[in-house]
T-cell receptor, first 109, second 117 residues
Framework: GDSVTQMEGPVTLSEEAFLTINCTYT??????LFWYVQYPGEGLQLLLK?????DKGSNKGFEATYRKETTSFHLEKGSVQVSDSAVYFC????????FGKGTTLSVSS | ETGVTQSPTHLIKTRGQQVTLRCSSQ?????VSWYQQALGQGPQFIFQ???????GRGNFPPRFSGLQFPNYSSELNVNALELDDSALYLC????????????????FGPGTRLTVL
C-alpha cells in the first residue's frame, strides 16, 4: 500500500546551519503532500503543503518541492533557529493522511 | 475562529475498561478524523466521520468506534482497553465532501494522552 519514508533522526544542528530532512513516498496518482510539525508539548501544526507535481510549498523559511520523478518531498531550511527544534512529519494525502515516522530536530545555540 | 479542541487532556484507565474521548471541530468544518499516535511514531488513521456517518476506516478493530453529532463534534469510544492502546489520540477536522477523504488540509487538536495500566 501507499507509504511515506522519511529520514530517521534525531538530527542535531547548530543555530544557522542548513537543514535537509529527506522524504520519499509511494502512491498511485499524485496526492497532495504536507509537512506537519509537532513542537514540544503542542499539537500537530501544518507547516507547508504542495498539491501537485513541481509545486513548492514554503512557510517560516522552510521549503519543500514536490518531485514526481523521484517521488520525493524533501524539507529544507537555509538557517535553522533554536525555536525550530521539534518533530517533523512528512505526510501524504489520500484515503487518509499517511504519516512518516517523524524526524526529531534539535538545534543548539 | 475557534480551533480544534479535545477533552480530556490526560486519562488513566485499567485494562478491560471503556473510554470516551471528545473532539470539537474547527468552525466551518464538517469532517472529523481520529488518529492514534504511539510514542515515537507517526499518527495512524483510525477513522473519519463526515456528516455523522463513518467515511473511511483504518486498520483498527471494531472495539474502536465513533460518533459525529449534528454540530460536527465527535467522540471516539474504545472498549475492552488493552495495554497497547496507550497512546496520544488526535482529532483533526477538515472540510471535504464525501469520497474526498484526506484531500484537504486537516487541522489537529492538542490530543488526549491515554494511559492503560
Amino acid at each position: 500500500g501507499d507509504s511515506v519514508t522519511q529520514m530517521e533522526g534525531p538530527v542535531t544542528l547548530s543555530e544557522e546551519a542548513f537543514l535537509t530532512i529527506n522524504c520519499t513516498y509511494t502512491a498511485t496518482g499524485y496526492p497532495s503532500l504536507f509537512w506537519y510539525v509537532q513542537y514540544p508539548g503542542e499539537g500537530l501544526q501544518l507547516l507547508l503543503k504542495a498539491t501537485k507535481a513541481d509545486d513548492k510549498g514554503s512557510n517560516k523559511g522552510f521549503e519543500a518541492t514536490y518531485r514526481k520523478e523521484t517521488t520525493s518531498f524533501h524539507l529544507e531550511k537555509g538557517s535553522v533557529q533554536v525555536s525550530d527544534s521539534a518533530v517533523y512529519f512528512c505526510v501524504k494525502a489520500g484515503t487518509a493522511l499517511i504519516f512518516g515516522k517523524g524526524t526529531t530536530l534539535s538545534v543548539s545555540s | 475562529e475557534t480551533g480544534v479542541t479535545q477533552s480530556p487532556t490526560h486519562l488513566i484507565k485499567t485494562r478491560g475498561q471503556q473510554v470516551t474521548l471528545r473532539c470539537s471541530s474547527q468552525s466551518g468544518h464538517n469532517t472529523v478524523s481520529w488518529y492514534q499516535q504511539a510514542l515515537g511514531q507517526g499518527p495512524q488513521f483510525i477513522f473519519q466521520y463526515y456528516r455523522e456517518e463513518e467515511n473511511g476506516r483504518g486498520n483498527f478493530p471494531p472495539r474502536f468506534s465513533g460518533l459525529q453529532f449534528p454540530n460536527y463534534s465527535s467522540e471516539l469510544n474504545v472498549n475492552a482497553l488493552e495495554l497497547d492502546d496507550s497512546a496520544l489520540y488526535l482529532c483533526a477536522s477538515s472540510s471535504v465532501g464525501r469520497g474526498g477523504l484526506g484531500t484537504d488540509t486537516q487541522y489537529f487538536g492538542p490530543g488526549t494522552r491515554l494511559t492503560v495500566l
